[in-house]
């Protein structure tokens, strides 16, 4: 069994309508399969090389959501949307998040790739179904 297996990258089901927010949604589960590359065997604990490794990818990762959720809060302020404030605490809630996987990794934590991978992919997914998709609707309504 490869560690590839079961990796479910950007689907149709992800579409939120706004283009600029779709690219960039398409990136974030690219940039995820950087995580795979820096620890072939996702289903091991990290080694030192390899949590550094992945150190730095959520680092890019967290780079990527923070220029992501800007530009998707400022779509939102266009049109006064309501789930703004909702929004902006499930993105603060997501980078939180990643720095403390960050941390745990950087005091040596040993956890496996799938992990972090997984935390990632499903927040992503949830996030998009749940909350991003219900503000594309809400925004084409009023811009067309
Ligand atoms: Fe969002
Ligand atoms: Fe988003």
């Not at 800007?70 to 266009?78: F, S, V």
């Not at 040596?108 to 499903?122: C, E, K, L, S, V």
Request: proline share 3%; hydrophobic share 40%; glycine share 6%.
């Amino acid at each position: 069994m490869t560690s590839r297996l079961n990796l479910a990258g950007f689907t149709q089901e992800y579409i939120v309508g706004i283009e600029e927010l779709d690219e960039q949604h398409k990136t974030f589960f690219t940039l995820l399969d950087k995580i795979g590359k820096a620890a072939p065997d996702m289903y091991r604990p990290l080694d030192e090389d390899e949590a550094d490794a992945v150190i730095d990818v959520l680092n890019e990762l967290r780079d990527y959501a923070l220029l992501h959720f800007r530009t998707e809060e400022g779509y939102m302020q266009e049109i006064d949307y309501p789930g703004l404030a909702g929004q902006k605490r499930e993105h603060n809630r997501f980078i939180t998040d990643v720095i403390r996987m960050e941390r745990e990794l950087m005091n040596g934590t040993a956890m496996p790739a799938i992990t972090i991978r997984n935390f990632m992919h499903d927040w992503y997914r949830d996030h998009i179904l749940n909350l991003d998709k219900p503000f594309g609707q809400a925004y084409k309504k009023i811009k067309g």
